[in-house]
């Protein structure tokens, strides 16, 4: 059976091609003109140039290709403006939905990777996220996310939208970053305000989201993590027993990290791109709650995790080590 995985190419994508070929489908990585696809080169898989943006170009690409299912991992993390934002996420999924609904009447699945940030954290530390909470994102990001969602529900075809937390694993660049600074000595945090965190292994992810093509339920809404809680200093704490390392603990104010946020924010507007830290951003990274149930995903698609934070960061860890990122 085919299926076209957008956004392959990423950190996620890699993770989900994986998957796809272990359940033995035959993979289409959905790519941009302009993606790196070397580290895919080992894989045996077929490739599609994919525009978004374009329907027409899209309806012609499905069809051409047959697929029995799709899973939508490709958007945008990093944008300029609630606008850029839109058309990268939501836009590209209406856009991806119309075109698959008219080439494909035979299409089993489509899985659409949003995120947790649709939802938004919560203000009480004491409460979790259902999909029941009413959403209420933070980010441009996250709004967009939602917007793609919502864009989604009305399509006439089978759908279904995973919400994952934090994701990491091997290949990962963003917490990769926070991870070379623990090992280097260095553990710096946001305020000391205390948090409660939650993140899900992308290995589980991409499973779940292969698994999830032969499930019957559609037209559902899943949140994803691996099922429980950490407070704000457990990563750095299982990367220090990792490395038998001992780190500077450092508290920035978190009216520095405005500031800094502000200033960084008006020196991206001129080149028309969009910072990793913005004030926004801050939100995210300082929200007191970010703990969801996935009590419909054990129940409904058979979701329990295989890694909790210790072993999945450990596997990275000895990924990014073996490969010399670390």
């Keep these: 059976m085919k299926v076209l995985i957008t956004g392959a190419s990423g950190f996620v994508g890699y993770h989900l091609i994986e998957s796809a070929l272990a359940r033995g489908l035959d993979v289409t990585a959905g790519i941009r003109q302009s993606s790196q696809v070397g580290h895919l080169s080992g894989l045996a898989i077929r490739y599609a140039t994919l525009d978004l943006a374009r329907k027409d170009q899209l309806a012609e690409e499905l069809d051409k290709g047959g697929y029995d299912f799709i899973i939508h991992a490709a958007g945008a993390t990093k944008a300029p403006t609630q606008e850029a934002y839109d058309a990268a996420n939501a836009a590209s999924t209406e856009n991806l939905a119309e075109a698959a609904r008219t080439a494909l009447p035979n299409l089993k699945k489509l899985v659409f990777l949003s995120s947790l940030a649709a939802i938004g954290p919560l203000g009480n530390r004491e409460e979790a996220i259902t999909e029941d909470t009413q959403p209420n994102p933070v980010t441009a990001y996250g709004r967009s996310k939602l917007l793609a969602e919502r864009r989604l529900a009305i399509q006439p075809l089978p759908w279904l939208v995973l919400r994952p937390t934090a994701v990491y694993g091997p290949r990962d660049k963003d917490i990769f970053i926070l991870l070379r600074l623990i090992r280097r000595g260095w553990e710096p945090y946001i305020g000391k305000a205390p948090q409660r965190l939650s993140f899900v292994y992308v290995k589980d992810l991409s499973d779940l989201a292969v698994h999830a093509l032969f499930t019957e339920h559609t037209h559902r809404f899943y949140n994803v993590t691996d099922g429980r809680a950490y407070d704000r200093y457990e990563l750095a704490g299982i990367v220090k027993a990792y490395f038998h390392r001992r780190t500077l603990k450092f508290f920035v104010p978190v009216p520095l990290v405005k500031i800094i946020a502000t200033g960084l924010e008006r020196v991206y507007e001129r080149r028309h ?37 210790k072993n999945g960061l450990e596997e990275t860890l000895e990924w990014y080590l073996r490969n010399g990122w670390l």
């Design 273 to 309: 791109k969009s910072p990793a830290l913005n004030r926004e951003k801050l939100q995210e990274l300082t929200a007191p709650n970010w703990v969801c149930r996935i009590d419909s995903a054990r129940r409904e698609l058979g979701f329990w995790p295989d890694y909790d934070l």
